[in-house]
Nanobody
Framework: QVQLVESGGGLVQPGGSLRLSCSASGSIFSINSMGWHRQAPGKQRELVALITRGGSTNYSDSVKGRFTISSDNAKKSVNLQMNSLMPEDTAVYYC???????????????WGQGTLVTVSS
């Protein structure tokens, strides 16, 4: 069974920085992509940043230039460095890992439990 453990959320003032981390455990055969999504109160979950096995990255327009995603496939971990945080970045952030797992191989689409990021003065 694959589990994702997130850390790094908290309260930060506008303009501040936070670093989110996510580590996966379990018998993952391969990872195709790792990403971060977020869900603000009353809103749908949205993609924040994604990184593929090959290292390609994709960011939502709202975080481009402020957030940086990085991963270590060997360690099955992904990080999100968040700079110049704004109140509208307040949300629960979820780690997501997609790939292959198990014997026979099956698609993996695992989610973390979420970590709260609050940007407020």
């Amino acid at each position: 069974q694959v589990q994702l453990v997130e850390s790094g959320g908290g309260l930060v003032q506008p303009g501040g920085s936070l670093r989110l981390s996510c580590s996966a455990s379990g018998s993952i055969f391969s990872i195709n992509s790792m990403g971060w999504h977020r869900q603000a109160p009353g809103k749908q979950r949205e993609l924040v940043a994604l990184i593929t096995r090959g290292g390609s990255t994709n960011y939502s327009d709202s975080v481009k230039g402020r957030f940086t995603i990085s991963s270590d496939n060997a360690k099955k971990s992904v990080n999100l460095q968040m700079n110049s945080l704004m109140p509208e970045d307040t949300a629960v952030y979820y780690c997501n890992v997609r790939g292959l797992v198990g014997i026979p191989l099956q698609a993996l689409d695992a989610w973390g439990q979420g970590t709260l990021v609050t940007v407020s003065s």
